[in-house]
């Protein structure tokens, strides 16, 4: 008889689902899941678990004390209501394979789930990434919108070089290594999402061409020695605020920075900071609550 998995979620707002996600993967030792609603105004936050044992008082106890303190930290959790389902793994697994189809980036890109046999079109790289080990599947219109950058950006004659900043599951740091991106690095300040990343990249063949590591964004140097062609964070929208100089710093002269992860409303605020750094803003896209946009810094 097959064994049943846990499926453990957390009602939030969007606003606060990057924070609920990250209080979620420390707990649970996963990336989580996350589905947002059709009115795109509550975001589901789910990891599955194989044994019964991980749900026990202790941790049901520190994810109601995790909830309090971003609560308390101003953050919008909202309704933050925790429900446990127990489902069958052939449940688990055809509910994947209804909601997660393959994504085509034009002629450049296929990004595709195990199951698929979608066969890619002549000369188009593939990623192959199942959802349920981590987040970040090309389905979110932040990720999307970053991918079809990084199809568009790529050069033609020498190598450009790729920073991710906030990897998660490393979806963005092996497309680029299949478009031909080099050097490719990535880091997220998430050691689950670190682990998740590497082992994408090597189901994927390209653990050599893609470095990936744990590191805080917040506590880099503010000046970097090594500058990319091309830089993309997805994160909160005060992280970029805050952290806008050294995010720059690692930009390369007549580089391109890709922002998302924004919420449509605060979008205006990130951008005028980018801005008045002296990028320009060369591309957006508006997509339920979410705005991400492409920014070119200028040549000296």
């Not at 002549?122 to 970040?136: E, I, K, N, R, T």
């Not at 050599?208 to 970097?224: E, F, H």
């Amino acid at each position: 008889m097959a064994r049943e998995l846990l499926k453990i979620s957390v009602a939030t707002f969007v606003e606060a689902e990057a924070a609920v996600a990250a209080l979620v993967a420390r707990l649970f030792h996963q990336s989580p899941v996350l589905y947002t609603d059709e009115d795109g105004l509550q975001t589901q936050v789910s990891v599955y678990c194989r044994h019964p044992a991980a749900w026990t008082a202790a941790r049901r106890a520190k994810l109601r004390q995790g909830l309090a303190a971003l609560r308390a930290q101003g953050l919008p959790v909202g309704p933050g209501r925790i429900t446990v389902r127990r489902l069958r793994p052939e449940d688990w697994s055809q509910s994947w394979k209804r909601h997660f189809k393959p994504l085509a980036i034009g002629d450049a890109l296929l990004v595709k789930p195990s199951w698929s046999r979608r066969r890619p079109r002549p000369g188009q790289a593939v990623v192959v990434l199942d959802p349920g080990l981590s987040f970040g599947t090309g389905q979110h219109p932040t990720t999307a919108f970053c991918l079809v950058q990084l199809a568009a950006g790529r050069g033609s004659g020498r190598p450009l070089s790729f920073l991710d900043i906030g990897t998660g599951s490393g979806i963005l740091a092996i497309a680029a290594a299949k478009l031909g991106f080099s050097p490719v690095r990535a880091f997220d300040n998430d050691p689950a999402a670190v682990r998740v990343a590497k082992e994408n990249a090597r189901q994927n063949g390209v653990a050599g061409l893609v470095q990936i590591c744990r590191a805080d964004l917040t506590r880099l140097p503010r000046q970097s020695p090594t500058r990319y062609d091309l830089v993309c964070a997805n994160l909160l929208a005060e992280l970029l605020v805050k952290q806008a100089p050294r995010i720059l710093a690692r930009l390369n002269p007549g580089g391109r920075l890709v922002l998302a992860g924004i919420l449509a409303g605060e979008f205006p605020r990130v951008a005028a900071v980018y801005q008045q750094a002296g990028l320009r803003l060369a591309a957006t896209a508006v997509e339920k609550q979410w705005q991400s946009g492409l920014f070119v810094a200028r040549p000296y």
